[in-house]
């Protein structure tokens, strides 16, 4: 999905079921997806904000927390939690990770959305929140990490 523009992204999630609740449990590995332009900024940009280092996300019970790489060391920030709710892309009831309305700067006005792919991963949109906001959907991939046990 690394060659996809962000407008064929969106029209493939668009046409993906929401993942089951019951199913997201463990960690996804992260990955930015889309353009080379948009890929090669993704990164610094978050830099910028809470999720500096963003390695992915860590799912149980309901709840998430965004997973970040800092110092050698995996972090857990900005938690959220994992609802079904109508999705702002598409209308469509969906899997939704709202942040906090006392999250850190730009994630209160944000919702990531999930849609699941053929191959187990999760597409995601990362999409504002607030009716005076643009549209603007930013892809990224989860995809999950095996557990040995």
């Known amino acids: 999905m690394d060659t996809y523009s962000i407008g064929s992204l969106r029209r493939a999630f668009e046409s993906m079921e929401p993942p089951d609740p019951g199913t997201l449990t463990g960690t996804y590995r ?3 997806v889309g353009p080379g332009w948009f890929r090669r900024l993704a990164g610094p940009a978050l830099g910028l904000t809470a999720l500096r280092g963003w390695w992915g996300k860590d799912f149980s019970a309901g709840h ?3 997973l970040v790489s800092r110092g050698g060391t ?13 999705s702002l892309l598409d209308g ?7 942040y906090s309305p006392d999250s ?5 006005w944000v919702v990531d959305e999930l849609r699941q792919t053929p191959t187990g991963s999760l597409l995601g949109m990362v999409v504002p929140a607030r009716p005076w906001l643009p549209r603007l959907a930013l892809p990224f991939m989860l995809h999950p990490i ?4």
């Open 74 to 86: 995996i972090e857990r920030v900005l938690p959220v939690d994992v609802v079904r709710a109508v």
């Open 64 to 66: 998430c927390e965004n």
């Open 104 to 108: 850190a700067w730009p994630y209160r």
């Open 92 to 98: 469509k009831m969906g899997i939704s990770l709202p």
């Open 146 to 149: 095996e557990r040995e046990g």
């Open 30 to 32: 992260g990955e930015y």
